[in-house]
């Protein structure tokens, strides 16, 4: 069955790095799929943090993040990674990918994806 699945999330202090895994099954998450992650915070709604093209690869990040979060494909491992680093308490919340084929990001990092969805994995900043 397809699906992706995520990995990757913890508790880490402020400053620290992590890095979250989108792994697909049985499909190949190609170039010319197009991958978002996502997060929502506990009584807040789901906002787009990164999305990277599967037209040309271009890589896009929310405000909040960019400079900060890095989005980068692994083929061999058939995923997608989201490193984090300098981790803020506001970056805490469960943490999602998605993936469509043949897509861009049109919409940036909030482009949303409708081919695959993960269950996510908790990602949490706190001292």
């Known amino acids: 069955q397809a699906d992706l699945a995520e990995s990757g999330g913890g508790l880490v202090q402020p400053g620290g790095s992590l890095r979250v895994s989108c792994a697909a099954t049985g499909f190949s998450l190609g170039y010319y799929y197009a991958v978002g992650w996502f997060r929502q915070a506990p009584g807040k709604e789901r906002e787009g943090v990164s999305c990277?093209?599967?037209?040309?690869?271009?890589?896009y990040y929310a405000d909040s993040v960019k400079g900060r979060f890095t989005i980068s494909r692994d083929h061999a491992k058939n995923a997608v990674y989201l490193q984090m680093d300098s981790l803020k308490p506001e970056d805490t919340g469960l943490y999602s990918c998605a993936a469509e084929a043949y897509k861009g990001c049109p919409m940036g990092p909030g482009t949303i994806l409708n081919d695959y969805w993960g269950q996510g994995t908790q990602v949490t900043v706190s001292s």
């Open positions: 990277i093209s599967g037209v040309d690869d271009s890589t």
